[in-house]
């Protein structure tokens, strides 16, 4: 047997592993356990990642359903405020349009007040002539005169 | 002292169960039966290492884990991304050379990898594998592979010829690579132990200091040439998926 070189091939083999052994399993051992810690932190980092994504994402569907809610409701005070609106000016239209006919009543009572007196006076001085007329025909002078003279001084009275 | 050993006597091929189809030898060999067992090892270690499919491997698992990413990478820095659907077939070369190679450093074992014929084999299947995918991709256009661009027209059959005898000799010098380091690394260790044995107790120290170190560079040797022979099987395949040196 150890006359075999095979023999001490394996006894440099023995010898070998038993130097090496120890310090290259340790240092192998110790890589694995890192290359399985590295992918561990990956993984959670990634859990982590997935997880702020996440949050992230509902926050911005909440923002986006506030922005929704306050445009709603921006436009629904919108449209009452232009419900108001209308409303205020269709009332305002309608006094402006009551003071309006009051007016144009009041300007109509006028020109009849008017016109009633413009037709007495032009009835009387009518009926002045009228009766001047008749009494310078009819008439002598004198008596005439006297006439003419009390009617004229009584007209006013008669008229007024 | 009565019997007398070679340093090459391990590597004899000896018939385990003798069997003969048609005249032809076939017979179930050690050289076989690593082969068997480096598969065997190879197959059991990954089914082994995979079978808890752990998000966070364990030891054994990251090492199956690194052995597919180094082969991976491999694949992916000298093929590119076409290399992808070969990378089953890159990865068995890779694990079953080293696997031999490692087995074939236990003392009293077998190296197939040693023998010409084992890893002539080999490198014959991916010189086969390589030019029909280089068929299969380019069709005729994969002869352009022989003709250098931008040289002058003269010297152009010259080197067409070099071409060709260069393209023809890959799977000599891929095999020869292999089994000589394997060969020579395993003679040189046999030659140095009788040494040990023809120094004696007294000055049979040195060479079995120098054996043990040597077991080492073997060790070393193993996984390099398993390496050189899968590089250079990726190479060859980049040639015949692109078509450029």
Request: a neutral charge.
């Amino acid at each position: 047997m150890l006359s075999d070189p095979t023999f001490w091939v394996l006894v440099a083999f023995v010898i070998f592993v038993a130097l090496v052994w120890k310090p290259a399993g340790r240092m192998i051992a110790q890589m694995l356990d890192e290359r399985a810690e590295k992918i561990r932190s990956d993984l959670d980092k990634a859990a982590k990642l997935r997880e702020e994504a996440q949050a992230l994402l509902a926050e911005y569907q909440k923002k986006q359903r506030d922005a929704l809610k306050d445009a709603e409701a921006i436009i629904a005070a919108a449209r009452a405020e232009a419900e108001a609106l209308s409303k205020q000016a269709a009332a305002d239209l309608e006094t402006s349009l009551k003071r309006r006919e009051q007016l144009a009543l009041q300007r109509i009572a006028q020109a009849e007040a008017q016109a009633l007196t413009d037709v007495r006076a032009a009835a009387v001085d009518l009926a002045m002539q009228a009766t001047r007329k008749i009494l310078t025909e009819n008439l002598d002078a004198g008596r005439q005169d006297a006439l003419i003279d009390s009617a004229i001084k009584e007209l006013p009275a008669k008229l007024n | 002292m009565a019997e007398q050993h070679s340093p090459l006597e391990q590597f004899e091929i000896k018939r385990l169960i003798p069997v003969e189809i048609g005249g032809i030898d076939a017979s179930f060999t050690n050289s076989a039966l690593w082969m068997v067992l480096a598969l065997l090892v190879v197959s059991l270690l990954m089914m082994a290492a995979m079978r808890q499919r752990a998000l966070v491997p364990g030891r054994l698992q990251s090492m199956a884990e690194m052995s597919y990413e180094f082969v991976a990478g491999m694949i992916r820095e000298n093929v590119g991304d076409e290399g992808k659907k070969y990378f089953p077939f890159i990865f068995t070369l890779f694990m079953f050379i080293l696997g031999a190679n490692l087995l074939g450093m236990i003392p009293y074992s077998f190296t197939p990898t040693s023998h010409i014929i084992v890893t002539f084999a080999l490198a014959f299947v991916v010189f086969i594998g390589v030019t029909a995918i280089g068929f299969a991709r380019h069709g005729l256009h994969f002869f352009g592979f022989f003709v250098p661009a931008g040289v002058p027209k003269a010297l152009l059959p010259l080197l067409v010829v070099i071409e060709v005898i260069s393209y023809l000799i890959r799977p000599v010098s891929l095999s020869v690579r292999l089994f000589a380091n394997m060969l020579a690394g395993h003679t040189m260790l046999k030659v140095f132990a009788g040494f040990v044995i023809a120094l004696g107790v007294l000055g049979g120290w040195a060479p079995l200091a120098f054996v043990v170190a040597l077991t080492g560079l073997e060790i070393l040797i193993a996984f390099l040439q398993a390496y050189v022979f899968t590089i250079l099987t990726c190479l060859y395949l980049n040639d015949a998926v692109h078509l450029h040196h």
